[in-house]
């Protein structure tokens, strides 16, 4: 295996935090945030396309400053022919994949929270409350829908013909095609926020939540096919693979357990201090990033039939870990295909593992 840390701090800048990223080929598109913790927020983010075998930033696109506000990109970029679709907190953004050229771009007036999907070759915008279809090509709005709930707390989800999204006032809504009216509300316990994106497994829908329970919605009825108790406030985390799933309870509880989801069954449970991003390798293992005993943090392997840990993949000593001494910024991530692992856990790096 060939590690690299690749620096991605450019010649007029000491810090970046490696925000939301995606993988296509031999480049990670990487959005990087430029303000240090507890310090003003100063600094434009931006987008930067590196060679994962070479370490080289083929370009960067810096998000402008709309009316002297700070933008960072707070979505997962997605790929599109050959452009990639970005959402900052004041503004959306096509560019071409080769140069980072803007293809075409919309701006807004007020700060809010994104969520994008593809589905079908129409891209799906949750913008706050409003649920927006666009055409990629272009960027013209087909069609848009206020929703009566706090906030869109996940990308538009499409199963079995049906739409779902995931929101901030304790429950995921169902919503008709096209004229994106409310069908059906999942609802769970309280008025937490759900904070993370369904997954579906046949005719189950799965989620945890900020709420204290962790539900399986059965779709042929709409009604819950198990719950799980779970500690309400602490922080949602979810993978999933064939049948099985991790659900970790962050900021509080710090637990990680491994659950069938049908019949349901807790196959173990464990400790795991403020892990911050976990990928499920196959049956055997799973990958995950998390706080170690001497306050850094590092990824390491685990056996998914145990969830102990088999070995350490990084192990960095070094770092402004002091800037992070709870959890760390939004977008942190585990990507894995046959030639490469890609995590962006340190700040000021992207840490590549060619395989």
Not at 170 to 176: A, G, N, P, R, Y
Not at 186 to 204: C, D, E, R, S, V
Request: aromatic share 10%.
């Amino acid at each position: 295996m060939n590690v690299l840390q690749i620096s991605l701090v450019g010649d007029k800048d000491a810090f970046c935090e490696p925000s939301y990223f995606t993988v296509e080929g031999d480049i990670v598109y990487v959005a990087l945030n430029k303000n240090k913790p507890q310090t003003p927020q100063v600094l434009a983010g931006e987008l930067a396309a590196v060679n994962r075998l070479t370490g080289e930033i083929v370009w960067r696109y810096t998000l402008p400053n709309h009316a002297a506000l700070c933008d960072e990109i707070n979505a997962i970029p997605l790929l599109f022919e050959n452009s990639i679709i970005i959402a900052s907190r004041y503004s959306w953004s096509s560019l071409d994949r080769e140069t980072g050229a803007v293809r075409w771009s919309k701006a807004f007036k007020d700060l809010s929270s994104n969520n994008l999907s593809l589905i079908d070759g129409t891209l799906f915008c949750c913008r706050g409350t409003e649920i927006q279809t666009i055409d990629p090509l272009t960027g013209k709005t087909l069609s848009k829908r206020k929703h009566r709930v706090k906030w869109l707390d996940s990308a538009i989800q499409k199963h079995q013909g049906r739409y779902f999204a995931a929101t901030g006032s304790s429950k995921i809504i169902e919503i008709v095609p096209n004229k994106w009216d409310i069908a059906h509300e999942f609802k769970y316990a309280g008025g937490w926020a759900i904070a993370a994106t369904p997954h579906f497994h046949g005719q189950l829908m799965v989620s945890s939540s900020y709420a204290g329970e962790i539900i399986a919605f059965n779709l042929a009825s709409n009604e819950p096919e198990w719950k799980m108790k779970k500690k309400a406030g602490s922080r949602p985390q979810q993978a999933f693979l064939a049948g099985q799933a991790l659900f970790y309870d962050g900021n509080t509880d710090h637990k990680l357990q491994l659950v069938e989801l049908a019949p349901k069954k807790k196959l173990w449970s464990r400790q795991l201090t403020r892990m911050q991003a976990c990928h499920i390798r196959s049956e055997a293992e799973f990958l995950a990033v998390w706080q170690t005993a001497d306050r850094t943090f590092n990824l390491g392997r685990f056996d998914m039939l145990t969830g102990e840990l088999i070995c350490y993949v990084t192990s960095f000593g070094e770092g402004d870990w002091s800037l992070y001494p709870y959890d760390l910024w939004s977008g942190v991530a585990i990507y894995e295909d046959e030639r490469c692992i890609v995590t962006n856990f340190k700040s000021k790096e992207l840490i590549v593992i060619n395989i």
